[in-house]
């Protein structure tokens, strides 16, 4: 599948994570802040991952801010971000 254009979903609040989407890389590419990176960055990649695999998309850019979101919040925001991305609004 592919990305049309540039998406969001999320927000600063505690306990969420928010993600931004861009299209035209030449690989998938992961740029995460996080409170809790240390202990749990990789998880958090890893979902992340899972998400666009799920969308079988590749080339791209995905910038997340977390601020502790759980495994469900980030396959949720990934989910609707992705969603808008594609959509041809």
Do not use: H
Not at 28 to 45: A, H, R
Not at 66 to 79: C, N, P, S
């Amino acid at each position: 599948m592919k990305l049309n254009k540039p998406a969001k979903a999320g927000t600063y609040e505690s306990n969420d994570i928010y993600i931004m989407i861009f299209p035209g890389y030449n690989s998938n590419i992961i740029e995460l802040e996080s409170v809790v990176y240390e202990t749990f960055g990789e998880q958090i990649k890893s979902v992340i991952n899972e998400s666009l695999n799920l969308f079988q998309l590749t080339g791209v850019l995905v910038k997340a801010i977390d601020k502790g979101a759980l495994d469900f919040t980030i396959r949720a925001r990934m989910t609707t971000a992705i969603k808008r991305g594609m959509s041809n609004e």
